[in-house]
């Protein structure tokens, strides 16, 4: 509720994303299925001790969210598809079972569209989607 409340245009396309990969959309509890959220807005506070999370993490101004889509590269790269044509920027994890989604404005330091994380840290940036999928053949 706190996600809706917070940013609705980020719910708004997250819900777009689940209805287009044909899966549940919801907040990961007890049980994590694709398409639920595993972040969303992060308080300074959480973002910085609790989720290791960058300081200028885009989860700070309510406009990114974690979904759970499952560890395997292959569907991470899928979910990573659809999502790029609903958000401004996408991150997969590699090893990790969530992707990362935002709507922050593609300038500056958020200039790059596509990303390849690990722990917490970029490991590749990408221009395009086509990049992205030839980067992430280093990590299968």
């Known amino acids: 509720e706190t996600i809706q409340n ?5 719910w708004s396309q997250y819900l777009e994303l689940c209805r287009k990969m044909q899966a549940s959309p919801g907040v990961c509890q007890y049980r994590k ?4 959220v595993t972040s ?18 885009a989860h ?9 889509v499952g560890s395997d590269l292959k569907e991470q790269m899928r ?9 401004t920027r996408v991150a997969i994890y590699p090893g990790q079972t969530n992707i ?3 709507m922050m404005p593609l300038k500056d330091k958020y200039a790059i569209p596509f990303m390849i994380n690990i722990g917490g840290t970029t490991k590749e940036r990408a ?3 086509a990049e992205l999928e030839n980067k992430a053949t280093k990590y299968t």
Do not use: M
């Open 6 to 10: 917070y940013h609705p245009g980020v």
């Open 33 to 36: 299925t694709q398409c639920c």
């Open 40 to 57: 969303g807005y992060r308080h300074p506070q959480y973002n910085t001790e609790e989720a290791k999370g960058a300081k200028d993490s």
């Open 60 to 68: 700070l101004y309510g406009l990114a969210l974690d979904i759970y």
């Open 79 to 87: 979910w990573a598809k659809v999502a790029s044509s609903l958000f």
């Open 100 to 102: 990362h989604v935002d």
């Open 127 to 129: 221009y395009s989607f």
